[in-house]
């Protein structure tokens, strides 16, 4: 009998990415036998999920529980069904052909891993990757760059396409539901290479995601960036997140970075409310403080 595999994913009033992703979905080679959607939403999609020839599982969830939180339900709702493998998916994301599941399932077995990813490229520009890949050095979003070096084994893009044995979340846990967005799938690889969980990306097969381009600040070149994200919601989330991981696992490089390049870069745009923001974010994650709902920080 061929792997079975159940798809967890999540979604926030995206009606339209919904409807394309659960169409890519039931067009996989791969063998998927349920699809369990969390559906956090102001207008739910129970219809499209319905109406899709996917087999989904559809769940409504009247509390936004973020991307960890979502993630976190889905997979469980995955786990319950028995499948042998839980592949995950954002509901702006979808594999780029049928056979991408096949192939992420053939490459796991070749190489001996629990966990596989496909590279993420941007819509509408399939040369080009949404997240870089640092190579010898230097940055890079370039596909055919990335993709002529065969397997990366540890490392990845979490958790956009990530095909993950299911008995690995008995293993490293789920999502943390505390950390909501932007930073879960940080925590969550660190503890994969904590437990010693092998994984690594399959650079012949991809998914469509939108592109944090514009995120990435550079402030020495190719050697020190940092990244700042699009609203004040997302900055929030990403700064406590980053310096909550920072202290907690004593990422003393991720500091000694951080330390220097977001006063370079907030000084350099002349950014002084920027900079008190990120410090007072930074600072809270890292001392375990402004946790909880995101309507206690006013969002």
């Not at 899709?52 to 529980?65: D, E, M």
């Not at 700042?228 to 997302?234: H, L, S, T």
Request: charged residues 20%.
């Amino acid at each position: 009998m061929p792997d079975s595999v159940a798809v967890a994913a999540v979604t926030f009033d995206r009606p339209g990415d919904v409807a394309v992703l659960l169409d890519s979905l039931a067009a996989q080679t791969g063998n998927i036998t349920s699809v369990s959607l969390v559906d956090s939403g102001n207008t739910p999609v129970q219809d499209i999920a319905e109406s899709s020839a996917a087999p989904v599982t559809y769940i409504r969830s009247n509390t936004n529980l973020g991307g960890a939180g979502g993630f976190s339900l889905a997979i469980l709702s995955a786990m319950a069904s028995g499948a042998d493998w839980i592949w995950i998916m954002d509901d702006d994301a979808h594999p780029e052909d049928p056979k991408c599941l096949e192939t992420l399932l053939a490459a796991a077995r070749e190489h001996e891993v629990d966990v596989v990813l496909p590279l993420v490229v941007a819509p509408g520009h399939p040369d080009t990757l949404s997240f870089h890949f640092r190579l010898n050095g230097k940055l890079t979003h370039n596909r055919a760059e990335v993709e002529k070096l065969g397997f990366l084994p540890d490392v990845g893009h979490f958790f956009n396409g990530a095909l993950i044995r299911a008995d690995v979340f008995f293993r490293v846990g789920l999502p943390d539901l505390r950390l909501f967005i932007r930073g879960d799938e940080t925590d969550f690889m660190i503890r994969l290479r904590r437990a010693g969980v092998r994984f690594g990306t399959v650079t012949s097969v991809a998914l469509t995601h939108p592109a944090a381009w514009a995120e990435v600040q550079q402030v020495a070149g190719d050697r020190l960036h940092v990244l700042v994200p699009e609203n004040a919601f997302k900055q929030f989330y990403f700064y406590r997140n980053r310096g909550h991981l920072t202290w907690k696992y004593k990422r003393l490089r991720s500091f000694a970075a951080d330390a220097v390049g977001y006063p370079v870069h907030f000084a350099r745009t002349r950014d002084l409310r920027g900079f008190a923001s990120w410090l007072r974010a930074y600072a809270s994650g890292m001392r375990g403080r402004r946790f909880g709902p995101p309507s206690d920080f006013g969002f």
